[in-house]
C-alpha cells in the first residue's frame, strides 16, 4: 500500500493549489506532478508483486 504520508502529502499539495494565487501555483503544481508519479510508480510495483505472487500459486490464470 502507497505510504500514508506520501498519501497525505498529496492531499496537502492539492489544498494548496486551491488556496494559492499563479505565482506560486506552478511551484506547487510541480511538486503535485512528483509525488503522483512517485505513487503511481508504488503502485506499480505493488501490483507487479501480486501479479508475481500469484502466478507462483499457480493462479495464474483469471476465470470470467
Known sequence: ???PHLNNRI???C???LNSDPPELGIILEELRAALH???EELRKLAAA???RS???GAG???N
Do not use: D, I, T, Y
Request: glycine share 0%; net charge neutral.
Open 1 to 3: 500500500m502507497p505510504s
Open 11 to 13: 492531499r496537502e499539495l
Open 15 to 17: 489544498s494548496q493549489a
Open 38 to 40: 512517485e505513487h503511481s
Open 50 to 52: 501480486k501479479l508475481v
Open 55 to 57: 502466478e507462483s500459486k
Open 61 to 63: 490464470s483469471v476465470a
